[in-house]
């Protein structure tokens, strides 16, 4: 049964930091990973999205990596700003394709 | 046990026609959202309400798709006309719509479309 895991459930960083956010699934035999922004009160949106076959993905100060075979992907976001605050999710498909998710990063961000 | 309901589970349809998909959020839940997801593109935000009105549907091809909530316990999504490329698992979601918090949204089991 494929279980994913963030840590660290929350941080908290001064702006302009550089920062890592990890996340780990149990089975290697994944098809992708996602991961996702989530603000309060709204839906999520989606930041990157790795393929299998890839090993990472950027998109502006965004740069997610996966390693398949020891079952982690990291978030890395460059020079962090306020309004980078929100909880970050990653998540995989499972063999029936429902989606499963860890359990977020709450990330803040002070100016 | 409460669980937000999707119909149809399954719809096969031919280019062209309309499809409606209905969703049922958990009652007392007042924020609903559409998603897709497809094994390219992954989970795709399309459109969110909160206590019946439309607050974001930039994820939604505006011509041929709309979304609508005629009350309270009815979310529905309609493609006119479907095509090929809208083939895909269509979710709902609800929450309870707190604004100053980022809370747990409640997945439906997905509407499966393929357009032939």
């Known amino acids: 049964k494929q279980e994913v895991t963030q840590i660290p459930a929350a941080l908290s960083v001064p702006e302009g930091e550089n920062l890592v956010l990890n996340c780990s699934f149990t089975?290697?035999?994944?098809?992708?990973l996602q991961w996702f922004r989530q603000d309060p009160g709204k839906g999520l949106t989606s930041l990157l999205l790795?393929?299998?076959?890839?090993r990472e993905q950027t998109s502006g100060r965004l740069n997610a990596s996966l390693d398949k075979s020891s079952g982690r992907s990291t978030l890395y976001i460059a020079a962090s700003q306020p309004g980078d605050s929100a909880t970050y999710l990653c998540?995989?498909?499972?063999?029936?394709?429902?989606?499963?998710f860890g359990q977020g990063t709450t990330l803040q961000v002070k100016p | 046990d409460a669980r937000v309901t999707q119909t149809p589970r399954h719809k096969v349809t031919e280019m062209g026609q309309e499809v409606t998909m209905r969703c049922q959020p958990i009652?007392?839940?007042?924020?609903v959202f559409w998603y897709r997801q497809t094994m390219m593109q992954g989970l795709e935000l399309l459109a969110y309400?909160?206590?019946?009105?439309?607050?974001?549907d930039s994820g939604m091809p505006k011509d041929r798709f709309s979304a609508e909530m005629p009350d309270a316990t009815l979310a529905t999504l309609k493609i006119q006309p479907s095509e090929p490329r809208d083939s895909a698992v269509y979710f709902c979601?609800?929450?309870?719509?707190?604004?100053?918090?980022?809370?747990?949204?409640?997945f439906g089991p997905g509407t499966r479309l393929l357009v032939l």
């Open positions: 309400f909160r206590n019946r009105a439309p607050l974001d």
């Open positions: 089975d290697s035999a994944i098809y992708n």
């Open positions: 998540a995989v498909p499972s063999n029936t394709g429902k989606l499963i």
């Open positions: 790795i393929q299998s076959s890839q």
């Open positions: 009652l007392g839940h007042n924020t």
């Open positions: 979601a609800s929450g309870l719509g707190r604004d100053a918090e980022t809370e747990t949204q409640y």
